[in-house]
């Protein structure tokens, strides 16, 4: 039997990157951490080692009418070297609309401090989850359904 990997999520976003990951079953998404853009890649070489990681899905911000929006100029040049950095691990997008208001509403149903709900990292660490959890569903949504 082939052993599965994790798959990792990243909320990129300008200032900060949220990071979230799968357990091998494929069954639940958990928030890993939030970091600034700049030590993205020594994490990332580092945790890959570390961790068997099958997919890389990162999250892709849309507009409502479904166009994507201004932040792909900053995502497209990132997403590229992450291909060239690691060719071997599978990259896909997940649309990430209303994941940050998601994420709001998590903390606050979760009972957090308006002060808690206001960290930033927090909030791009959640968003990443909720990526990694709607494209989670979408998998097995698309098994059951053998699409």
């Given amino acids: 039997m082939k052993k599965m ?23 639940s998404a958990n928030g890993l951490t939030t ?21 890389i899905v990162v999250g892709f911000p849309r507009q409502m009418n479904g166009k994507e929006s201004d ?15 690691f060719p071997q691990i599978e990259l896909i997008y ?18 957090l401090k308006k002060k808690d709900r206001q960290n930033k990292a927090l909030v791009d660490k959640i968003s990443a989850t909720i990526i ?3 494209y989670l569903e979408s998998v097995r949504y698309k098994n059951e359904r053998n699409i």
Avoid at 36 to 42: G, I, K, M, Q, R
Avoid at 45 to 54: A, G, I, P, S
Avoid at 77 to 82: D, E, G, R
Avoid at 94 to 111: I, N, P, W, Y
């Fill in 5 to 27: 990997g994790r798959i990792l999520a990243i909320d990129y976003g300008q200032k900060r990157v949220g990071i979230a990951v799968s357990d091998v079953m494929h069954i």
């Fill in 35 to 55: 970091l600034p853009v700049n030590e993205v890649f020594p994490f990332l070489e580092k945790y890959l080692v570390q961790e068997n990681v099958e997919t």
């Fill in 71 to 85: 932040s792909m100029k900053f995502i497209r040049p990132f997403v590229a070297k992450l291909v060239q950095k």
């Fill in 94 to 111: 997940e649309d990430e609309r209303f994941t940050s208001v998601l994420a709001h509403k998590t903390m606050l149903e979760g009972g």
């Fill in 132 to 134: 990694l959890q709607s």
